[in-house]
């Protein structure tokens, strides 16, 4: 394509010299560091350890979850959102543990190295209950670790209403007033209608939805739904 100059030696000379600034500045904006870079989405992937899941079905969740954030669509997502990512396993009261702590994706390497963390996370407890308003007391204060970030958003899988420790309603109003938002995958494996549970006790927020998985196996197509809606910031209510 041609470069058609202004009239005159003056005006030539003054664009000239806006393109080679307009060009420098291109340049330097190429080498700002990620980290500077806004920050999209801080997600919590918050697994169930709790006593009625059995190693297999653990075993299911962590692969699953792996395979799901190796998709390509939600790997260019992440990266895209410039996202922060943690993951938490949870059972009942006092029993929470970040797994893996915030990991910040603004490329391919980032995220490969917090799946593999994910994959390799060996599993915290094994026989206690399901305390889900504990989770989230629990994961609230770690989104002050990642205060630029626009969208916080809390993934929460489970295979159980829950059976101890505060009731997650109570929690909705801190939820609000930190602009958090709780979706959830539902395993009916053993439990019917939890979907219709974490529908009504759980989840919270705009655009809040839940996954349904009648059981285990089908957890690794579920959660790779569920961050797909999430990462690419699409909304909606209840999935089956």
């Known amino acids: 394509m041609a470069l058609i100059l202004p009239r005159g030696p003056r005006r030539r000379s003054l664009y000239l010299m806006r393109r080679l600034l307009v060009t420098a500045l291109c ?3 190429s080498l700002i560091p990620g980290g500077l870079r806004a920050c999209d989405l801080a997600l ?18 962590m692969d699953g ?3 799901a954030l190796r998709d390509p669509l939600i790997s260019e997502a992440l990266v895209q959102a410039r996202a922060e990512v943690a993951l938490v396993q949870w059972s009942g009261t006092s029993r929470q543990v970040v797994s893996v702590p915030w990991t910040s994706i ?15 996370t060996s ?3 094994r026989n206690y209950s399901t305390a889900i308003g504990e989770l989230l007391g629990y994961v609230l204060p770690m989104f002050d670790a990642v205060p630029s ?3 916080r958003v809390v993934d929460v899988s489970g295979d159980g209403p829950s059976n101890e420790g505060i009731n997650p309603e109570t929690l909705r109003s801190r939820l609000t007033a930190a602009g958090v938002t709780v979706n959830a995958i539902a395993i009916e494996a053993s439990e019917e209608d939890l979907a219709a549970y974490f529908f009504e006790h759980v989840i919270h927020g705009p655009g809040a939805f839940v996954v349904y998985a009648a059981r285990f196996e089908d957890y ?3 959660i790779r ?3 797909l809606r999430e990462v690419v910031k699409q909304t909606a209510t209840l999935s089956r």
């Open 27 to 29: 340049g330097l904006c």
């Open 225 to 227: 739904k569920k961050l």
């Open 106 to 120: 603004p490329d391919f390497a980032a995220l490969d190295a917090f799946t593999q963390a994910v994959e390799d």
């Open 65 to 67: 979850l792996a395979r």
């Open 123 to 125: 599993r915290k407890w």
């Open 149 to 151: 970030c626009q969208r």
């Open 44 to 61: 919590v992937l918050a697994v169930d350890v709790s006593g009625s899941v059995d190693p297999k079905e653990y075993r299911l969740q």
């Open 220 to 222: 690794p197509e579920q």
